[in-house]
Nanobody, 114 residues
Framework: QVRLVESGGGLVQAGGSLRLSCAAS????????MGWYRQAPGKQRSLVAA???????NYTDSVKGRFTISRDNAKNTVYLQMNSLKPEDTAVYYC????????WGQGTQVTVSS
């Protein structure tokens, strides 16, 4: 069992930055692939960025070059550094472990004003 708790969301102007954190409970964090998803009103939840247990990463096209996912296995934490934010990045961001059928956090709101 893994419990995920996100933090770091908030309101920011376009062009600004935020860093999301996801703290995981349990002692098996390092074996899981981790991901950040987002869901805007009226839209489906979609993958933003993912990182394998070995540190390999992938990003949805719309955030490439602006967002960076990283993990600290010693701290059981995964991060999402978001730069050059755009209004279309506004969504609830969810932390995930072990894929869509795995574990989810409660979500953190990110709002980007124009």
């Amino acid at each position: 069992q893994v419990r995920l708790v996100e933090s770091g969301g908030g309101l920011v102007q376009a062009g600004g930055s935020l860093r999301l954190s996801c703290a995981a409970s349990g002692d098996r964090f390092s074996i899981y692939a981790m991901g950040w998803y987002r869901q805007a009103p009226g839209k489906q939840r979609s993958l933003v960025a993912a990182i394998t247990r070995g540190g390999g990463t992938n990003y949805t096209d719309s955030v490439k070059g602006r967002f960076t996912i990283s993990r600290d296995n010693a701290k059981n934490t995964v991060y999402l550094q978001m730069n050059s934010l755009k209004p279309e990045d506004t969504a609830v961001y969810y932390c995930n472990a072990a894929g869509r059928l795995g574990y989810w956090g409660q979500g953190t709101q990110v709002t980007v004003s124009s």
